[in-house]
């Protein structure tokens, strides 16, 4: 499975790097400049884990006041937001 979360820039990306590896079992997380998107690939427990990345990228984007980012998730395009903006939509 991959989630793709768009950020603003790279300092951004950094911040969500950093919780994702320490609150997700991902095989790979990484940044790609040219899409400004931080690509976190699961391959062991998806299910388990996309809670993991929905919960994580939700709390980093309140703990910033950050607007929505989209999220893909194996081609689907969601725009999710901290629970104070009202979560998913």
Sequence with gaps: MLVLVTVADADTA???????????????????????????????????????????????LGDGGRPPAKVEIDGRSYSLGSRALGGVA
């Design 14 to 60: 950094t911040g969500l790097i950093e919780r994702l590896v320490g609150e997700v079992d991902a095989e790979q997380v990484r940044f790609e400049p040219e899409h400004r998107q931080v690509c976190v690939e699961l391959k062991r427990e998806p299910d388990r884990n996309l809670g993991l990345i929905l919960n994580a990228v939700e709390s980093w």
